[in-house]
């Protein structure tokens, strides 16, 4: 026997037998055989064996390659049969067709929507050149008694990172901005999206510059760079370049237009503005003031990094730490203070960050993850309706295939026809779902905010998924119902006797099973997202939050008290105050403190009050006083709970001294301030965050120029009339300045919008599911009471009542939904408990059990509705009828 390298390799033998042709085949391959063996003795086997499969190869030619013959017999025209068949068979039976054809074009309308949103969310930041190397600097900072985590740093953390470590390429410093009021040509705009960055902005982002010379940008102090959308509004058709804007910040002259900012950016700008414009932004390594951004060489690991940036804070802020407190910074850390830098890529910010000072609310890759969840489990629905359908009717096509076997068909050629028809509907399926996402696109684009374009939808590879999609779908749900159907024997059948599969029962047991085990898991996250949503919006959060109306931008006006004197005096205006940030939003800007007597110091969140905002915002002052023009209030300070807490303040904190450390940002030294009352610990943040120490200064102190809003306390029923009214004062005292105003409410529940837009889709998605679910059920519950017509009317005959019958065929179904309902309720348990995870202030697990009783409720309610129609009719129609036909 030969041995196994002396042989040309088999496998290129044989394939070479299967393509060529006859008369050619001996006396090629004998051809082939010489030039293999003479290749083996002059340079060994595995040459020759590579300049076999070479030649092999090579024959594939036409003259060599068989003739395929194109008769009735031939795979085209058993194709072209079986289509015809399957189209018949699908237009005979238009329920069945409906519900699968109807059932998967929803799903998969859906599923495709469900991807573009996904699509939209995960491409954020994707457009900038350097992407894989751009990193953001991001903060951990340990406090004694809790960890703050910050989008912004100090100002010299990049910049001293692309000095000290070689492996950064460039850095740039991003301000995030304020309110500006524009003017060009006695024309005001407010311009609330101003960002101000370093003169490098353009090299590290990919947003492209229409107009203006890069490396000239910033070569005056006061440039803007302003968006292509901004240079139409304020010039229209005209050249902005050199044209000069006035503004707050003084006179602005527009060296560029750049292009509107992606939607899919955690940052956008209207203006862009040089960094060295804004002189309070100076070189230090303590204060969070700019977003920090690194550019990494080639190949260089964040990590390493982030390692080197404990070196930085111990080399250049340590310095300033123990100048500020008063300690060193061995006994700054001991007191459990700490930085920890870490570096953000630029494409995880929008999904993967929820830090303090963010651009704006980001995304949350928890609501990725479930929504794609969602996509493949409504796809999955619609299959499993096809499959359940498909077997189910076994019965019914029993005889079919039994007459199709006696007279010749093989097993092969059922097996393709019932492939086919199962394409068939998944390829119709998928064109209405195409349809359907082309008139659904714009009001799914309202619904959640988003703009994706259809462009994006029919781009070559999308259609060549689509398509293969569709065969593979099609292929996997008619697998096994092609198998089944096809495996009938003929004899068995055409006598009626035809055996039940018992397999095919718990398949079919089992898909039910799974269908209403997603939807009671949808039913239960949904309703558990409405208590999150309920309890976050019935929540006592400390203050009054119904009926304040904000007045923004106060300090615009010249002359503050003249204006509250005069908006006063509106009917319907119970109250008013005036705060530097409103609860939910502003600016709460941040303060060392220590108390006299002990050297450590510690940071707490600050705002400013005037007199009469505490009373107006209805805060519980549980100690001392609040401010009041009865007092000098100069160096009196509230604190809320957690900051007594925090400053370890024993017995009664009114009337302690506390001390703002000040170190070397004032040259006149620390300032002293006496405790004047103490507030109950109130939500000034979202619920998302706990509630963290917090100091609070009289608009008398040294900040009170940071008040910036006035709330009103109005009578809801005159709203209309005093925003206008106020538009009114506000014109004749400051003509130059746009009017801003808002309802507290309303931007409280701004703070969830995309906890709300979750639980609105959630909704809609488990209709979705129920739906399919149901239909499906529908379906099944037709062909399987069918198949128990003798049954019943043999029961009946015997002295069954109908009521007996209805029971007896519901039976089978809820067993069905409680198993489901068993299975459902670990599942949703644990996802929900992962989303509320995300909530610092969150409803207990325990009290969302009506939630699942609700859910399992829902859901046998519908399958009995679904399920009663057939039940009710098979249970009183006429057994003798029934059992004649059968």
């Excluded at 209405?432 to 988003?450: E, M, S």
């Excluded at 040259?667 to 006496?674: I, S």
């Excluded at 049954?791 to 065929?809: D, H, M, Y």
Aim: charged content about 20%; proline content about 3%; hydrophobic content about 45%.
């Amino acid at each position: 026997m030969p041995n196994k390298k002396q042989l040309p390799p088999k496998l290129y033998t044989r394939l070479f037998e299967w393509f060529c042709k006859e008369e050619y085949f001996l006396e090629l391959q004998g051809d082939l055989e010489e030039e293999f063996s003479e290749n083996l003795r002059e340079q060994g086997y595995s040459i020759a064996a590579r300049l076999y499969k070479k030649e092999v190869l090579k024959m594939i030619r036409p003259s060599v390659l068989k003739k395929v013959k194109l008769n009735d017999n031939n795979f085209s025209a058993m194709f072209r049969i079986n289509a015809k068949l399957a189209f018949r068979n699908l237009l005979k039976n238009k329920l069945y067709t409906f519900i699968n054809v109807g059932g998967l074009a929803i799903s998969l309308a859906v599923c495709m929507l469900i991807l573009l949103y996904v699509n939209s969310e995960t491409s954020y930041d994707d457009y900038h050149p350097n992407k894989d190397r751009l990193y953001r600097v991001a903060l951990d900072r340990f406090y004694p008694d809790h960890t703050s985590h910050y989008a912004v740093t100090p100002f010299s953390m990049a910049e001293q990172a692309a000095i000290d470590f070689p492996e950064v390429e460039a850095f740039c410093r991003i301000f995030p901005g304020f309110g500006i009021n524009v003017t060009y040509e006695n024309e005001t705009f407010l311009e609330n999206d101003l960002r101000a960055s370093d003169k490098n902005f353009f090299d590290l982002f990919g947003i492209e510059l229409l107009k203006g010379n890069k490396t000239e940008l910033f070569d005056v102090q006061n440039a803007v760079i302003i968006s292509e959308s901004t240079a139409i509004k304020y010039f229209g058709q005209d050249e902005a370049v050199g044209k000069i804007l006035k503004s707050d910040l003084g006179d602005l002259i527009v060296t560029g237009v750049a292009e509107d900012t992606p939607e899919n950016t955690h940052f956008k700008f209207d203006l862009l503005i040089n960094l060295e414009l804004l002189n309070f932004l100076q070189a230090n390594f303590v204060n969070f003031s700019v977003h920090n951004y690194l550019l990494l060489k080639e190949g260089v690991d964040p990590e390493l990094i982030n390692k080197k940036y404990v070196d930085l804070v111990e080399t250049y802020a340590a310095g300033q730490i123990e100048r500020n407190q008063k300690i060193s910074f061995e006994e700054f850390k001991a007191s459990g203070n700490g930085y920890n830098y870490f570096l953000q890529p630029v494409t995880d910010i929008h999904l993967k960050s929820q830090l303090e000072a963010e651009f704006e609310p980001n995304g949350n890759i928890t609501y990725i993850y479930i929504f794609l969840s969602i996509a493949v489990f409504i796809v999955a629905l619609a299959a499993v309706n096809f499959i359940n359908l498909a077997t189910a009717r076994s019965t019914e096509r029993a005889k079919e295939v039994g007459i199709r076997k006696v007279l010749g068909s093989e097993k092969r050629q059922l097996i393709s026809q019932f492939l086919i028809e199962s394409v068939f509907v998944s390829i119709a399926g998928m064109l209405i779902a195409v349809g359907l996402v082309y008139l659904i696109t714009p009001a799914f684009n309202g619904f959640t905010d988003k703009s994706i374009p259809l462009s994006d939808f029919t781009t070559a590879p999308n259609i060549g998924i689509l398509a293969a999609f569709s065969l593979i779908l099609g292929g996997i749900a008619g697998i096994y119902p092609a198998f089944v159907l096809s495996s009938f024997q003929p004899v068995v059948v055409l006598k009626g006797k035809m055996i039940h599969s018992k397999n095919g029962a718990w398949i079919r047991n089992g898909l039910v099973v799974f269908q209403f085990f997603i939807s009671i898991v949808l039913i239960c996250s949904t309703l558990i997202v409405g208590q999150q949503m309920r309890y976050m919006q019935d929540r006592n959060l400390g203050f009054e939050k119904d009926n304040i109306l904000v007045i923004e931008r106060a300090f615009s006006v010249p002359d503050i008290e003249t204006f509250k004197t005069e908006v006063g005096k509106i009917p319907g205006v119970n109250g008013m105050g005036a705060s530097s940030a409103m609860p939910g939003s502003g600016f709460y800007f941040g303060a060392s403190f220590r108390l006299q007597g002990v050297n450590e110091s510690i940071a707490l969140n600050c705002a400013v009050f005037a007199d009469d905002f505490q009373e107006t915002m209805q805060m519980e002052l549980i100690a001392g006083r609040s401010f009041s023009k009865e007092y000098q209030d100069t160096l009196a300070l509230i604190l809320n709970e957690s900051a007594v807490s925090a400053l370890g303040i024993e017995g009664d904190p009114v009337g302690q001294r506390v001390i703002n450390v000040q170190g070397a940002n004032n040259p006149a030294g620390d300032a002293v301030y006496q405790v004047a009352g103490v507030i109950k610990d109130y939500n000034y943040k979202s619920l998302h965050t706990e509630i963290t120490p917090m100091a609070i200064f009289s608009d008398e102190s040294s900040f009170g120029g940071n008040v910036a809003n006035l709330a009103l306390k109005i009578d809801q029923n005159q709203a209309a009339s005093i925003i206008e009214s106020v538009r009114e004062i506000w014109r004749e005292q400051a003509p130059n300045q746009t009017y801003v105003y808002s309802f507290l409410d309303d931007t409280l529940l701004e703070l969830y919008e995309a906890e709300k837009k979750s639980g609105d889709l959630f909704l809609v998605f488990t209709g979705i599911a129920i739906w399919i679910a149901c239909i499906g059920l529908f379906g099944l519950a037709t062909f399987i009471i069918g198949s128990r017509i003798k049954e019943i009317g043999v029961r009946k005959v015997l002295g069954a009542t109908s009521a007996r019958v209805v029971f007896l065929l519901m039976n089978d179904f809820n067993k069905l939904i409680f198993i489901a309902v068993v299975l459902a309720i670990p599942a949703a348990v644990w996802v929900m408990g992962q989303w509320l995870e995300s909530f610092a202030y969150r409803i207990n697990m325990m009290d969302t059990w009506i939630s699942f009783v609700i859910g399992g409720v829902v859901s046998l309610a519908v399958a009995w509705v679904t399920v009663s129609y057939h039940s009710i009719k098979a249970a009183m129609s006429n057994p003798v009828k029934n059992l004649r036909t059968e």
